[in-house]
């Protein structure tokens, strides 16, 4: 029913109609001379004679049922990525799946052709265009008010290409995010030590035991005190993470330290703090120096960039501010799952989740909802049911396999789960939450 291909001579007018229609009320400028010089480099064999950065220039049509249905330009830059630039499906073709039909074959394009990454800029004022670029796994990289058109807000969004290796990394993590226990104390330390010190000054032992004895005030619940909450990412028992934080007068919450040795670890930290902070304060707001990868984690779970503060803590080293409010509502408990089972949970094949019992999950209930995700997709459940067991093996007396690893047999479950849990994990007792796909 859909189709594409790389748009000919005699597909000029219907580009020149669309491209004017859509952009004139978002963008500034000549329209027509855009679409005509765009048109031309495609046709002329996709080689930019004028752009700097450009590798290649190509259009494509998108038909659906045989009718011209849409377009989409694609410019590849020396830098290895994709700029869409436009993507336009016409209005009466659309509710038909051809802007997910695009999306689709951008991504195979990216891959095939080894880019890294694609983005696009939507006037924020179009809210079709931006809610469909935001639903099909695009984030927002950030604004700028009036940048193509006076009183109109343009907003970047981007996509990491995802290649298998890419998941296969973050798959390999088994990362629980759980309040700081006496056991942690000595890995946290080494761990702020280490790391901190590259980025803020001040950092030492006396520093460090100090913000102890803030958490072993935790319970007074008296922001005068300034007391600290304290949470760490494991990874199979061992600290891969830390967040202290502390609650300031009129209720937002400063989040110092925050660190983790490895990317997923920084994404757990920052999915699962703000349902823990909840009952804390509306607001959390960082002061970090963040390389690549933890700027993409904190886009990607909608933290915002508040301001830019040169040597605000170490003398060479720019510290940002970045701040998520807290949305009491929708912030629900977020659980890590490996793509392969999150898939499973989609399908609707796997209604059962298997975890230790961590304090920290005794918060869920029967009735809670829980964002069962990766680093790239989410599927939301409600919890219907709550079994406690002693240990795995008592669990799969009584529990379906199947209905935790379709296509897993007793065994090969339980090798699974020793895997991703140390024997010193079970002995805190095992968890099945029942799950009901919302």
Known sequence: MISIREAN?????????????????????DHEKHATRIFNTHISGGLDQIGFFSTFQKMFIVEYNGKTSGMLHLVGKKQGTIKISPLIVCDDSRGKGIGKFLIDFIDDYAKKNEYRQVYCTVARQNKQAYNFFKRNGFTVAGTSDSH??????????????????????????????????????????DLLIDKLPKTFGGIDNDWVDSLFKG????NS?????????????????????????TPKKGSP???????AVDFPSYIALLKDIPFFLKSYGHK???????????????????????SAMPEAYLEGIVTQQWSYTIKQKS???????????????QNGNKDLEVRVAYDSFNNIKIGSIVNFNNRFREVRCEIVDIRRYENFRNMLLKENPERIVPGCSKDELLNILEDIYPSSKETLGVLVFQLRKL
């Open 221 to 245: 619940n008296d922001i005068n005190t300034k007391y600290k909450l304290i949470y760490v990412a494991e990874n199979r028992g061992k600290v891969s993470g830390v967040v202290g934080a």
């Open 148 to 189: 193509y058109k006076d009183k109109i807000t343009e907003t970047m969004l981007y996509k990491e290409v995802q290649g298998s290796s890419v998941l296969n990394d973050f798959d390999k993590k088994h990362i629980s995010v759980v309040p700081m226990q006496k056991r942690h104390q000595e890995e946290v330390k």
């Open 9 to 29: 001579k005699n597909d000029f007018n219907f580009i020149l109609d669309l491209m004017i229609k859509n952009l004139k009320p978002y963008y500034g400028g």
């Open 331 to 345: 912030d629900f408990r977020s659980l890590r799952v490996k793509e392969q089972f999150l898939k499973e949970i």
């Open 253 to 259: 919450i400063k989040l110092m330290p925050f660190i």
């Open 215 to 218: 958490y072993e005030r935790r």
């Open 284 to 306: 959390l707001y960082i002061h970090i120096s963040p390389n690549a990868d933890e700027t993409k984690a904190l886009l990607e779970t909608n933290w915002k960039l508040d």
